[in-house]
């Protein structure tokens, strides 16, 4: 069974950074697009970043430029979020997601999902 385990979340204060990491396991990491996705309370999922399978490529939502930065490991099965300069708005629950084709998060789809790590951002 696969697995996608997120860690790196917390609480906060604005103008401060985390980073995410989420460890995969069972799973052919290098064959899969990995990509970020985030749920704020009462609202719906929506895709934040994403990272082709070398990690020769990202790509980004309109909403996060320049202050995500997603990154992968792919001797370590590991893909991490950098966020920086957060701000109340970040504050979401933030899932790690794996497509065997990265054209399945524009759709909000995936082919695996972790469980999701809270990042909660005071002000």
């Known amino acids: 069974q696969v697995q996608l385990v997120e860690s790196g979340g917390g609480l906060v204060q604005a103008g401060g950074s985390l980073r995410l990491s989420c460890a995969a396991s069972r799973l052919t990491f290098s064959m899969y697009a990995m990509a970020w996705f985030r749920q704020a309370p009462g609202k719906e999922r929506e895709f934040v970043a994403a990272?082709?399978?070398?990690?020769?490529?990202?790509s980004y939502a309109d909403s996060v430029p320049g202050r995500f930065t997603i990154s992968r490991d792919n001797a370590k099965n590991t893909v991490n979020l950098q966020i920086n300069s957060l701000k109340s708005e970040d504050t979401a629950v933030y899932y790690c997601?794996?497509?065997?084709?990265?054209?399945?998060?524009?759709?909000?789809?995936?082919?695996?999902w972790g469980q999701g790590t809270q990042v909660t951002v005071s002000s």
């Open positions: 990272i082709s399978r070398s990690g020769d490529y990202t």
């Open positions: 997601s794996a497509g065997a084709n990265a054209a399945v998060f524009s759709y909000g789809r995936a082919d695996f």
